[in-house]
């Protein structure tokens, strides 16, 4: 790739950040666009009104590639990670990870690309408030929606199509300090197939309630994924003071979430789909697997081959 190659990343989750910094570090002009209000993606903290914070997407990181693992080794010497439960998180949330790789970066936040057409000039990037050029693009977001962004015509549909995912409810609960804990991570069927004390996780002192992430199963997730946010808060939150042994006015706070794509049920099977004669590079963690440190991968992947062009 020339030295000048302006490359724009679509997507500010693990996989787009990791492909951004390597790339910048190298010495490109790099810009990353993110339709969330923040980056990071699934790599998500929850701020509430009252001082309240939950990771509310992914809950702890494996680390088994050696290089991932060094990469969150140093974030833990820098404070933005800490090693809990067989795993990383990021401190004060899980959203540090990805700030902490942006660091010094150029990212545009509330920022949807919704076309990206190739001419002879290179990639034209419009969206609300972007008209944006670029030599080459890196799409880092979830299959279904790279797919409805290139459109039907294109090479790469039919390879997303064969990824698929499973959904997640999330539920967030605060409760009062006093209410039983009688653990810090819990693994059931239904609603309740990961229950964590979010406020356990190191770097989470000082709020006022303590904080519970809850998450149901792909099953469940998917038969009540049309329910308003308030009703599976209903639905779910007593169940989660049944398993706690805490009394419903115990119970202060309790927000739903729906991650549509959540985990990756089938992968691609390889770390990228690449159009090197228009410059398009397409990856993800539903590339390789269902875990961050596979968006990793991807994205380290996807950054190699674009520094080996000539
Ligand atoms: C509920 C849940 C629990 C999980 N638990 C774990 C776990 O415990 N451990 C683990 O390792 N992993 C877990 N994961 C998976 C992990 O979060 C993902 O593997 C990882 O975050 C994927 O990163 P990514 O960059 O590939 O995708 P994403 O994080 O999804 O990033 C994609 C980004 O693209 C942006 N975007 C999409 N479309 C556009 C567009 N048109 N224009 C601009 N921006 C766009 C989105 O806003 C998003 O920020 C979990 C995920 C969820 C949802």
Request: net charge negative; with cysteine; glycine share 14%.
């Amino acid at each position: 790739m020339g030295e000048q190659g302006r490359v724009a990343v679509i997507g500010g989750g693990l996989t787009g950040l990791t492909c951004a910094r390597a790339l910048a570090d190298a010495g490109h002009a790099v810009a990353v666009f993110d339709k969330g209000r923040g980056i990071g993606g699934r790599l998500a903290t929850r701020r509430t009104e009252g001082g309240l914070r939950f990771d509310h997407g992914a809950q702890v990181l494996p680390a088994t590639d050696p290089g991932f693992a060094a990469l969150l080794d140093t974030m833990v010497c820098d404070g933005h990670a800490a090693e809990w439960n067989d795993g990383f998180v990021g401190t004060p949330g899980m959203a540090q990870i990805p700030r902490a790789l942006a660091q010094g970066m150029d990212v545009y936040t509330g920022a949807m690309v919704t076309a990206l057409d190739h001419g002879p000039t290179g990639w034209h990037l419009r969206g609300t408030g972007i008209d944006h050029h670029a030599d080459t693009v890196v799409l880092a977001i979830p299959a279904p929606q790279a797919r409805d962004l290139l459109g039907a015509g294109h090479a790469f549909v039919a390879p997303l199509a064969q990824v698929r995912y499973q959904a997640s409810i999330t539920v967030m609960a605060g409760l009062d300090p006093e209410a039983p804990r009688p653990f810090v991570t819990h693994r059931g069927t239904g609603a309740l197939a990961w229950v964590a004390q979010d406020g356990a996780k190191p770097g989470r002192d000082g709020q006022p309630l303590t904080t519970w992430v809850v998450q149901a199963d792909p099953d469940f997730s998917m038969t009540h994924i049309d329910l308003p946010f308030a009703e599976l808060a209903d639905l779910i939150a007593p169940q989660l003071l049944d398993l706690l042994g805490a009394r419903p006015d115990h119970l202060h706070h309790a927000v739903a979430h729906r991650w549509l794509y959540a985990l990756t049920e089938t992968a691609l099977g390889q770390p990228f789909l690449a159009d090197d004669t228009t410059g398009l590079i397409v990856g993800g963690d539903w590339a390789l697997g269902p875990h961050a440190e596979h968006g990793w991968a991807s994205g380290r992947a996807m950054a190699a081959h674009l520094l080996a062009r000539p």
